[in-house]
């Protein structure tokens, strides 16, 4: 199959280079610069745990690809994905698939405006990845996914891109209710990532203080009432459970969540508005209240002003 | 008049020596036992902007008072409100007076267990004042204050006390309402000291940015509600905008908030339980919502664990 990864970061490096394995005819697409020259020029190294190799693999910037995709894996930050979707419009057919990777909320709306429903499939994955550095990856510990049609009438087609990842070693499934998999991978997002973020912990530490259980019920229950409208059913008790298994370190314990990353140690900006910033801005259209996804998608943009340059 | 300040940090260094100079027999009290030696032993040290002197005033431990005022200034941190009111229970009578001038908020409710509520006069001051080490203060700028009877019945007693202070040159007035000033000046300290506190920032870098009127918005509407169940109106515009007053670097805007410097400089605890804390409470109490107050809350007290060793 023909596949192009619209953003190279390291979940894009990882799908690419698995999908190219298993003999698709793959391209990575990424807007910085420096990364696609490196992997053009000396293939993308890839770190394991047994060693590293440079894995040949064609690399554009958005705006030059030269490639007629049958399907589009979507794996931008969510800040990138309209710019991403403008630059790639010219290589989109009628019959062009999407599949949407991205973590945070509210794409399908973002996709659609591209591509027809259809054509739009969502999905949610547990495989990690690390970018080193420029055309640098490193690939370790184990993953799944899950995808699903938006259109009622694709499963069939869903199930054959399950097919494609599953054949590429993805551990893909069809999911009868991908929709609820990315709300609940949104929970984790939208508590471990906003609070490790503004009170400066890791998620051990956030997960050691006496206020986690309660600052993470309060943020899923208002993650709940926009779900609810959305037709996801989220249960509080449930997901905080799940949430609290991640402060094991043994779990992702000893890590500093993705957006503690970008705005702490890098001064980059965050995902907010598509975490706490996206149910807060539905909920304002519904007339929900939800004050503290309102505040803390506030107080993180505060901090992207104090720290972003 | 026989003065005890309990309570002998900056503020009620300043108010002490004041009222000594005035011609009160005044004493210090404060839990801090080399601020203690350093005063009997040298003198209270006090800068100003015209130099520096060694001002003779008798410091007591709370539990080693022997003195028998006729009015007690109160003047501890919030945290430090109750024990005080134990260690000097023995030194008061049926006529002691106290004038209570912390920050914060459900004080009274506190001091109505030690003494008549007919000898409570709450107060709101204006004045600054730093501690610089044991036994060593600067006193800089102007201030005000002002006082009033809790007991409708006791306005008299009130303007008695308020003689004495204006004597004192602390520039003091009745009130007619000085809970609408306490509450006014905890929305002032819930807002910046918080805010500034957890996006770790001075005032004039928070009143810069473009969430600030929105934060503190919905902190003093929340504070309102309690306020007003306290018979106290607060127009969320009037605080709104007194507070934007303070942004300016020619206020207090290049100034990093007491509870910035108490747990961000010093891994100190902080007063959030009689701010936002309070509002909280209160609030659970009386069926209201307040539910960024307590998420706010619950962030410090989160900070301080993290912080506080």
Chains 1, 2 share one sequence.
């Not at 304002?284 to 972003?308: I, S, Y």
Request: aromatic fraction near 6%.
């Amino acid at each position: 199959m023909k596949i192009a990864i619209a953003g190279a970061g390291a979940m894009g490096s990882r799908f690419g280079t698995m999908l190219k394995r298993a003999g698709n005819d793959v391209i990575l697409i990424d807007p910085w610069a420096e990364h696609v020259d490196k992997i053009n020029h000396d293939g993308l190294q890839i770190d394991t745990d047994n060693g590293s190799e440079q894995f040949q693999i064609p690399a554009f910037l958005p705006q030059d690809v030269d490639f007629q995709p049958e399907l589009v894996v979507l794996f931008t930050k969510s800040m990138g994905l309209v710019t991403m979707l403008k630059a790639i419009e010219p290589i989109l057919t009628p019959e062009t698939k999407i599949v949407c990777l991205l973590n945070g909320l509210g794409h399908t709306e973002v996709i659609e405006k591209y591509i027809p429903k259809a054509n739009i499939f969502m999905g949610v994955t547990l495989w990690t990845a690390a970018l080193l550095g420029a055309g640098h990856v490193k690939l370790v510990g184990d993953g799944s996914i899950e995808i699903q049609n938006i259109d009622p009438a694709e499963a069939d087609a869903a199930k054959k891109i399950c097919a494609v990842f599953d054949d590429a070693g993805l551990k893909a499934t069809y999911s009868s209710n991908v929709m609820f998999s990315i709300w609940r991978k949104a929970c984790v997002n939208g508590t471990l990532n906003t609070l490790c973020t503004l009170l400066d912990c890791n998620i051990a530490e956030f997960g050691g203080l006496p206020q986690s259980n309660d600052l993470v019920r309060t943020i899923v229950a208002e993650f709940g009432k926009v779900a609810a409208n959305e037709g996801v059913l989220l249960n509080v008790d449930e997901v905080a459970q799940h949430i609290a298994k991640l402060y094991d370190p043994s779990q992702a314990g000893e890590h500093y969540p993705s957006m503690y990353q970008d705005l702490i140690l890098h001064h980059r900006l965050t995902e907010i508005d598509y975490l706490n910033g996206y149910v807060a801005a539905q909920a304002a259209k519904l007339n929900l209240q939800t004050p503290v996804c309102q505040v803390l998608t506030e107080m993180v943009h505060a901090k992207e002003q104090l720290l972003v340059k």
